[in-house]
């Protein structure tokens, strides 16, 4: 596989919503940072009218940084749970009648991608920080895409067609 995947707006499809992981994949939990290309990416979909939903691990301290980042009012929906990510938190936000046209972005590929994919879902995987050489152990649930930053993916859904909400 190679870094940046070649991509086609026919492997996606119509986009109608993106869940987002948080942490490492839009925020850096060790400098309290947003990733460079967070708002960028965030600011393009929001102009695409795409609901965006905001997933990921912590508590109250998480919805803390999230509002002090500026970036709450980006997403329909902002969750945060302690412990490991249970798929069913997903569902709701994932069309029962056309789950391929939700994606998962996320920073690990044995996290939100496999998720994504169990539940139907199409993914990206930023391969960045911490992770980036982490691979699936099941070949089956691979990421859909690869990008190697926030920038790139922006780049990649720019040439994908959305359907506003």
């Known amino acids: 596989m190679s870094m940046e995947q070649s991509i086609t707006s026919q492997t996606i499809g119509m986009i109608k919503t993106i869940i987002f992981d948080w942490k490492r994949t839009l925020y850096d939990p060790d400098k309290r940072t947003l990733i460079k290309g967070?708002?960028?990416?965030?600011?393009?979909?929001?102009?695409?009218?795409?609901?965006?939903v905001l997933m990921g691990k912590g508590g109250k301290d998480m919805y803390q940084e999230v509002s002090r980042l500026g970036v709450k009012n980006y997403f329909n929906h902002v969750i945060f749970a302690e412990g490991t990510k249970d798929p069913k938190v997903f569902i709701p936000h994932i069309s029962s009648t056309d789950p391929g046209k939700t994606v998962f972005i996320g920073d690990r590929t044995r996290s939100e991608p496999e998720i994504g994919k169990k539940l139907g879902a199409k993914t990206i995987w930023v391969k960045q920080g911490k992770f980036a050489n982490e691979e699936s152990?099941?070949?089956?649930?691979?990421?859909?895409?690869?990008?190697?930053?926030?920038?790139?993916?922006l780049q990649f859904l720019q040439k994908i067609k959305f359907e506003s909400n």
Not at 38 to 52: D, Q, V
Not at 145 to 150: A, E, I, N
Request: charged share 20%; glycine share 4%.
């Open 137 to 153: 152990e099941d070949s089956s649930l691979q990421p859909d895409h690869t990008v190697t930053s926030l920038t790139s993916c």
């Open 38 to 52: 967070s708002i960028e990416l965030l600011g393009f979909l929001k102009s695409k009218r795409i609901s965006m």
